[in-house]
């Protein structure tokens, strides 16, 4: 009874759209993601202030209000990231957002997310490490957001370049944590997250998307052990059997959502001989160099992984095999390439890095590298 | 001729799931006495549909699928923030985190400080055994002074540990309006699930964050026969934590 | 590309309001069609550093967050000259305010032009220091042509209409300091 009346309220609640039509703005990149956030149908957001990424909080806790969306202010980013398994358990779509040290400290709770399957979301908009390191940019988190923790790596990881993503990701995010149960992260970066740049937000109804419905783990119809099973969930097992028959099961469950996830866009590599990998807000610079060197009659490629975890590999591998050279620019010193080397294991490609750990690159800068490998090759 | 038992039933709190008896704590564990009063009170309250069981790590998480109710086990310390996350989602749930002393007043002190200090309307129930059970018997921050562990061989000592954590007396300190805080022992059945009930009362009420903590045994870990077992529960553990109702709902009120 | 991006360096110290011309800057800009991307600087000090705003205008799509080289550099203060010189090359304009002593050593070597305008003396006798910054703005227009002044008017009217409405002579203090920035620059 109770359940049925919260469930009309929910409704009632969800009757005023926070966007009408198409909504352009010239917004900072946490603005959008609380505005994404919102108009996803998300019900509540657990979070601790770090910069860069606290006006997310501060957008959604205004605006929250007026909607009847929830929020918490947690001690910690550990308990942030705990409370927001206890908002998915409770079958709402819950999330939270960090940043560098928080991500670390978060990491606990998004593994235990893994095991259980629970559909969290995640922004982490990233800042210069290690340790406290700046609060401004750097793509250094990418380890700790694909593969941080205990574990296997069993999430999806978009890396975004524009606000436009962080609106069209975020929404998304939602979805792709609810139809496959696992967590979901946003990759963001403080630059993403402080700039103010045009954007177009909407209600993804609109857009002809559906949220995808969320359901209770724990309080679903009846009584439990009465009228129906209790839903009891675990993380630790006896044996060693056990927990492999788990991860296994994972394992099995989390290969078969890759193809329906993996994502990656490509700009003239169909006969590039240089080939630029890079991705997140690097990916903006790469394809200006690009089009820098088609304007040229250059034959330079560029290619973005837009998820990093899972690594779209298997659309990588023809376009490295046959670039004469690949140029990888990061933000960070290589956590991007150890992923993407692995899944092209056995190529022959020379591959050029074009490391800046904790600092912005610029098209420039890429423009000089390429010119520099193709002068070798002369 | 075919020999007749008479069996008798033994008498389970009917939120307890028959399918998972027996329980899996040691002969002479308090955990299972806990639980029977935390049973005997969800019983008697009717609430069995609306509980969220939650699980810390430790001897405690054995308790995962103890209950026929819904529940969640969780990583070492993490109980509260997992409940607190249910709770603020759907407070229409009973949250109950379930934990041991290093689970509440070490690796998750913060979030049992900062949940009180919240007033989330949750309910804690700790089990103060002295001990790290679960991982072979060290130093907790509830061992007593002189009581020797795996980590304090010789004894621990005021100097190098301090004095032994009194839970309930530094939640009630911090506790806000509302809140119920009190100390039982499995040495007081009637009174521990009376303190249970009332601490579930509270939750159900709305008023504010309520806490319990149990002095358990524990002979593994301890090295006792059930005399110097319960000598030490009712003696030792009794001289230095004293049980009782720290803060009430209606004091406030007053 | 590069070329086709108009990309302005304004820094000052905490509290003389750099970030607030930029962000009336680039709304207006935003407002006018062009693609804007505007990076507060933000370390660690909430208050006391220097404060610089990185602006990018453009009609088409902005590809570096970061850049290297401005072709519009204003510093408000000393350190903020230190600051900012290395955004300098020989394409950028390099306007600081000469009210206080400058270590010339700490200007820019190559510059397109380097200007000094007494930016704090000028606000301070003809106007009162609260409209440094709307001074500054009236300066960069100037420079940059980016919006026009009725754009700029209409972008103070939105952002700071609920003061003039309590105190309607702070608009003409405002629009005046405006003008005069641009008029000091020579536009």
Redesign the interface.
């Given at each position: 009874m109770k359940d049925l009346k919260e469930k009309n309220e929910t409704k009632d609640k969800y009757a005023v759209r926070p966007i009408v039509g198409e909504k352009r703005a010239f917004a900072t990149g946490n603005e959008v993601v609380a505005w994404a956030a919102l108009a996803a149908d998300a019900d509540i957001m657990y979070g601790y202030p770090i910069t860069p990424q606290n006006e997310i909080m501060h957008y959604w806790t205004r605006m929250s209000e007026k909607y009847g969306r929830g929020f918490l202010q947690t001690e910690d980013e550990t308990s942030a990231g705990f409370t927001t398994l206890g908002g998915v358990l409770a079958g709402r779509r819950s999330f939270t957002a960090t940043s560098g040290p928080g991500n670390m400290l978060m990491q606990e709770s998004m593994c235990m997310a893994e095991m259980m399957r629970l559909p969290t979301v995640m922004i982490v908009q990233q800042r210069g490490g290690p340790s406290t390191a700046t609060v401004i940019y750097s793509q250094q988190e990418v380890n700790l957001t694909c593969f941080g923790g205990n574990g296997e790596g069993f999430r999806i990881v978009y890396s975004t370049c524009s606000h436009q993503e962080l609106f069209d990701y975020t929404i998304n995010a939602f979805n792709v944590a609810w139809t496959h149960r696992f967590p979901v992260f946003v990759l963001g970066d403080g630059y993403q997250a402080k700039m103010r740049e045009p954007v177009t937000m909407y209600d993804p109804r609109d857009k002809g998307i559906t949220m995808v419905p969320t359901e209770p783990y724990v309080l679903k119809e009846g009584c439990a052990g009465v009228d129906r099973e209790p839903q009891q969930m675990r993380n630790t097992y006896n044996t060693e059997e056990e927990l492999n028959e788990v991860v296994e099961g994972l394992n099995a469950a989390y290969q078969a959502v890759i193809p329906q996830v993996v994502k990656h866009e490509e700009y003239a590599c169909e006969d590039a001989d240089y080939v630029i990998v890079a991705h997140g807000v690097v990916t903006r610079a790469a394809q200006a160099a690009v089009e820098y060197f088609r304007e040229k009659g250059l034959k330079v490629g560029h290619f973005r992984p837009v998820t990093l975890r899972p690594f779209p590999g298997e659309a990588f591998r023809p376009i490295a095999d046959r670039a004469k050279k690949i140029l990888v620019a990061e933000s960070a010193l290589g956590q991007m390439r150890r992923i993407m080397t692995d899944t092209i294991y056995g190529c022959s490609t020379p591959m050029v890095n074009f490391f800046k750990p904790g600092e912005g690159i610029s098209t420039e800068e890429i423009i000089v590298k390429v010119e520099e490998m193709m002068a070798e090759d002369k | 001729m075919k020999k007749e038992y008479i069996v008798d039933t033994p008498r389970m709190p009917v939120?307890w799931?028959e399918e998972t008896k027996a329980h899996k704590f040691c002969p002479g564990c308090g955990h299972g006495l806990i639980l029977k009063a935390l049973g005997q009170a969800i019983d008697e309250l009717g609430i069995?549909?609306?509980?969220?069981f939650v699980c810390d790590?430790g001897c405690c998480?054995l308790a995962?699928?103890l209950?026929?109710?819904?529940?969640?086990?969780?990583?070492h310390g993490?109980a509260?923030?997992?409940?607190?996350?249910?709770?603020?989602?759907?407070p229409?749930?009973i949250c109950i985190a379930y934990m041991g002393d290093g689970g509440g007043y070490a690796i998750g002190a913060?979030?049992l400080?900062?949940a009180t200090a919240r007033n989330e309307r949750i309910t804690v129930l700790l089990a103060n055994n002295t001990n790290y059970a679960m991982t072979g018997g060290q130093m907790a921050p509830t061992t007593l002074i002189g009581q020797k562990t795996e980590t304090c061989p010789y004894g621990r000592s005021i100097e190098q540990h301090g004095e032994p954590t009194r839970g309930p007396e530094m939640v009630a300190a911090i506790a806000g309006h509302g809140a119920y805080v009190a100390r039982g022992t499995v040495s007081q059945m009637n009174q521990l699930k009376k303190q249970i009930k009332t601490a579930l009362q509270t939750q159900l009420d709305g008023s504010g964050f309520s806490f319990v903590e149990a002095l358990a045994t524990c002979p593994t870990n301890w090295r006792t026969n059930a005399h110097e077992t319960w000598q030490f529960l009712n003696n030792n553990m009794g001289a230095y934590f004293q049980t009782g109702e720290f803060k009430k709902p209606e004091e406030q009120e007053v | 590309m590069a070329q086709k991006i108009l990309r302005i360096v304004i820094a000052g110290e905490g509290g003389q309001g750099v970030q607030a011309i930029a962000n009336i800057l680039s709304e207006a800009a935003y407002n006018k069609g062009k693609q804007v991307l505007y990076i507060p600087n933000f370390g660690v000090e909430q208050r006391g550093g220097v404060s610089i705003a990185f602006m990018q205008i453009s009609n088409g799509p902005i590809d570096t967050m970061k850049f290297a080289k401005a072709d519009i550099v204003i510093a408000l203060s000393p350190r903020s000259v230190a600051r900012t010189a290395q955004y300098a090359d020989k394409r950028t304009l390099f306007v600081y305010d000469s009210s206080n002593e400058i270590d010339e050593t700490s200007l820019p070597a190559i510059t397109k032009k380097t200007m000094a305008i007494p930016a704090i003396d000028i606000v301070k006798t003809e106007f009162h220091p609260i409209v440094l910054n709307i001074f500054v703005m009236g300066a960069v227009i100037g420079v940059t042509k980016v919006v026009d002044l009725e754009a700029a008017k209409a972008a103070l009217e939105d952002k700071l209409g609920y003061k003039f409405a309590k105190n309607p002579s702070l608009r003409e203090m405002n629009f005046a300091a405006l003008q005069r920035g641009m008029q000091e620059v020579g536009a």
């Open positions: - | 939120s799931r069995q549909d609306r509980i969220v790590i998480l995962w699928d209950f026929n109710t819904d529940g969640v086990q969780t990583h993490r509260v923030p997992v409940a607190t996350g249910v709770k603020r989602a759907n229409d749930s913060q979030h400080v900062n | -």
